[in-house]
């Protein structure tokens, strides 16, 4: 079994910056990635970064590059997700999810509980 903690989440203003962690325990051999979703009220759940952790490879969606860097510690089996130049539209429950290299939602099998980004205009 897997458990996924995350932190992080919090209130900022447009433009600001927020940090995201999520630590992963339990059986986590079978997955090689993680990634980062989010969820905006009234809307689905939607891909935003993921990286390899074997390769440190990354995948961002267009909506976030350039301003969101996600990075790993392998030793501590833990993800963060650095959110710089935030932006209103930014606002949504974030969850961690462990699975696949990939951007589909089906790739991956843990979730994290959710934490809340508020970003304000």
């Known amino acids: 079994q897997v458990q996924l903690a995350e932190s992080g989440g919090g209130l900022v203003q447009a433009g600001g910056s927020l940090k995201l962690s999520c630590a992963a325990s339990g059986r986590t051999f079978r997955s090689n990635a993680m990634g980062w979703f989010r969820q905006a009220p009234g809307k689905e759940r939607e891909f935003v970064a993921t990286i390899n952790w074997s390769s440190g490879s990354t995948y961002y969606a267009d909506s976030v590059k350039g301003r969101f860097t996600i990075s790993r510690d392998n030793a501590k089996k833990m993800v963060t997700l650095q959110m710089n130049s935030l932006k209103p539209e930014d606002t949504a429950v974030y969850y961690c999810?462990?699975?696949?290299?990939?951007?589909?939602?089906?790739?991956?099998?843990?979730w994290g509980q959710g934490t809340q980004v508020t970003v304000s205009s």
């Open positions: 999810a462990l699975g696949q290299f990939s951007y589909w939602e089906g790739d991956f099998g843990s």
